[in-house]
């Protein structure tokens, strides 16, 4: 850590403080909407610029547009993102968190992320499995939400196959600032959050907690539940303490994130508990000669515990199969510059090194009786440098070239099974090392044709690694069995995009069309199946490919009313799979070809309303498009009143129809939410960023 010590002093002295700048004369001519967007700056391309000059792809969910929603959970508001999926239709609030991977475009929708999710700029998705444990955001803390569409490993390396969401939480730079909210709602839950901080003098510090519990609700439907049917719950608690102190010409800062869960998955010996400690030290230069320069260390443990059953026919017993522990810890090193250069250029360029140390630790139960356990995990090394040039040519165009360099090690990897009847000796399985490099480059383009029209086009390649859990740890969810598999390779992906964003009259209008081409994407393919068995193993298919296009409208008529609407077409189908050409054309399971909503608010004197609706086309369950889930539409609504200046009282409803759509076949049939109702209090003192 010597080299990060000494390039961090050498920053600190060179940096001076730079002189703000005057804040540019708002331009009345220009109408309401545009006027706010050009005031949003964005960082989910690693550098801060104005979310006009982001790409179409761009989406930015504010922190009203949150509170406006009547889910109490973040994952749940992202799903009004045109493009944006979690593997299963049920939210965090009940699903079990290893089926929370999130999708955009289409890319492979499975337990593990096709996309990067950030909190600041640190990583949410789980080391070893990726999937997010979205209740470690506490809501009040959250100043907005950044989702980029589209490849972006030329910045983020691995994981960032199909895009980035970054969560900006709120600053602890300005004066004092408390907000809290709390409810209650049916399903016997409760959930708060609070955010506090400020600062004073050169120090300044920020809280921000949240919890949440609920019994839940019954996941199987009442065709086919039975006495061993119980409720889903969940409950959580989750804390974020920021620390920082100003310098001339920079800061530095500390940050610790806890967060802790327990789960009941919808039988009696189905539970999972998790546990996770973070620990961050910073530092952020910036100055006129040298430009910007950030250093960070991160730290990370965790433990996830799971029990898995089998169920009988009738679902009036279950038996305990197997038990797991899956601890794992993680590390990383982050450096990066950025510095305006040659009158039109940007120049930036930074590394990351991560190392993640994860096992899957079980015990196997036969007709109730422990009969062995079974040791597989690995170490996981990575390292990432990247660059970027970002050029204006001319008053109208931009260009950015950048392109990032993986090299990945993955080592110490073996698998142990120990009988514990019979006396036989333990079988050791040791895996060979694997090394491998990958080279992402970007070219991207922009040209504002006029003042209220921008038009946009990409190229890029995007790659995953298998994650530690797709590789060596199996699970069951019902009577499904899907198989580890040490031999998975590399998911490769060759895209492009072109996009279209544009202001017609008080209307607010964006587009994109994309296509992607994944090489050996990994899917759970189904080896056998039967009346009481479905087996699958993670395997990597021939090639898929996801074409589609996204496109928004935005308007808001006089300071009172707001309206939106959303809708993706996403096609993803199999390419090629030699070993089972059958799947060719298959529709990509999990994956809604048509996506779309449609939103309103009303704010006046007091008074403030809003609503959405939420529709999803038919999807398929599996890769043989056998088990069809349909679609269905949902619907919510939340009605708020200001009581004080500082205080508000609010009712939100969920599915406001009632309607139990379907959301998994295991081949069990699961069913979503009934009507969610729920009635809270928010308030706030001081100054609040937050419209």
Do not use: C
């Not at 950044?146 to 983020?156: I, N, Q």
């Not at 040490?486 to 994309?514: I, N």
């Amino acid at each position: 850590m010597r080299w990060l010590a000494a390039v961090l002093a050498l920053s600190f002295a060179a940096g001076g403080a730079q002189a703000d700048e005057p804040p540019p004369a708002e331009d009345k001519a220009l109408p309401e909407t545009v006027r706010a967007r050009e005031s949003i700056v964005v960082t989910a391309t690693r550098t801060e610029e104005k979310a006009k000059d982001a790409p179409p792809g761009l989406v930015v969910v504010s922190a009203e547009d949150l509170e406006r929603s009547a889910a109490p959970t973040l994952d749940d508001s992202l799903r009004l993102v045109p493009g944006f999926t979690l593997f299963r239709r049920t939210g965090s609030r009940v699903a079990n968190p290893t089926t929370q991977g999130v999708s955009l475009r289409g890319l492979g929708p499975s337990g593990a992320s096709r996309a990067l999710v950030l909190v600041d700029g640190l990583p949410l998705n789980d080391p070893f499995g990726g999937w997010i444990y979205w209740g470690r955001v506490p809501s009040e803390g959250v100043e907005r939400v950044e989702v980029l569409r589209g490849g972006a490993s030329d910045l983020y390396g691995s994981a960032a196959l199909g895009g980035v969401i970054q969560v900006v939480t709120r600053p602890a730079d300005g004066r004092p600032l408390l907000s809290a909210e709390a409810s209650v709602g049916n399903e016997a839950t409760a959930e708060g959050s609070l955010s506090a901080g400020g600062r004073k003098g050169d120090w300044g510090g920020r809280l921000s907690a949240g919890g949440l519990t609920t019994d839940g609700y019954v996941l199987v439907d009442d065709e086919h539940r039975g006495p061993v049917d119980t409720a889903a719950g969940a409950r959580y608690a989750t804390a974020d303490l920021r620390l920082e102190r100003w310098f001339p010409g920079g800061r530095a800062y500390a940050r610790g994130r806890f967060f802790g869960e327990s789960r009941k998955n919808g039988t009696p010996l189905q539970t999972n508990d998790t546990r996770v400690d973070q620990a961050v030290v910073g530092a952020l230069s910036e100055g006129p000669r040298l430009g910007s320069l950030e250093g960070r260390l991160v730290a990370s443990t965790q433990v996830y515990d799971q029990s898995f059953s089998a169920v009988s026919a009738d679902r009036t017993s279950e038996a305990l199969t197997r038990t797991q522990r899956v601890p794992a810890q993680d590390t990383g090193v982050f450096l990066q510059w950025s510095r305006p250069a040659f009158a039109r250029h940007v120049l930036l360029a930074g590394t990351a090194w991560r190392e993640v140390r994860g096992s899957s630790d079980e015990v196997v139960y036969t007709s109730g009786v422990a009969t062995s356990t079974v040791g597989a995990g690995g170490r996981e090394r990575t390292f990432t440098f990247f660059v970027e040039d970002i050029v204006r040519v001319g008053s109208r165009w931009q260009v950015r070239l950048s392109a990032a360099f993986t090299d990945l090690l993955r080592s110490r990897a073996l698998s142990t099974t120990t009988p514990l009847v019979g006396g036989r000796p333990p079988t050791v399985t040791h895996f060979d090392d694997v090394a491998l490099t990958s080279f992402d480059p970007r070219i991207a383009a922009s040209f504002q044709a006029s003042e209220a029209v921008l038009l946009s086009a990409s190229a890029y390649r995007a790659f995953r690694s298998p994650t530690l859990n797709e590789l060596y740890r199996s699970f069951r969810v019902g009577d499904t069995l899907t198989l580890a598999n040490p031999d998975l390779h590399t998911e490769d992906m060759w895209g492009g995009e072109a996009g279209v964003r544009a202001q017609v009259g008080k209307v607010v209008l964006a587009g994109t069309a994309f296509w992607n081409e994944t090489k050996e994407p990994v899917a759970n393919v189904t080896l056998t199946q039967t009346s009481s068995l479905i087996t699958r193993q993670r395997q990597n298919l021939g090639r898929t490919r996801a074409a589609g296009f996204e496109a928004s409208a935005e308007a808001r008529f006089g300071p009172a009313f707001f309206v939106g609407a959303g809708y993706a077409f996403t096609d993803g189908v199999v390419a090629s799979f030699p070993p089972s050409p059958e799947l060719v054309g298959n529709l990509l399971p999990q994956l809604a070809r048509h996506q779309g909503n449609v939103r309103a608010r009303y704010e006046a004197g007091r008074l403030r309303l809003a609503a959405s609706v939420r529709l999803t086309s038919d999807q398929f369950e599996d890769d043989r498009n056998s088990l069809v889930l349909p679609g269905f539409a949902s619907f919510d609504l939340q009605a708020a009143v200001r009581v004080t200046d500082s205080t508000e009282a609010f009712v939100a409803v969920e599915n406001g129809t009632g309607e139990r759509y379907l959301v998994g076949l295991t081949p069990l049939p699961t069913v979503g939410p009934p009507r969610l109702v729920r009635a809270g209090v928010r308030a706030r003192w001081g100054r609040d960023p937050r419209p």
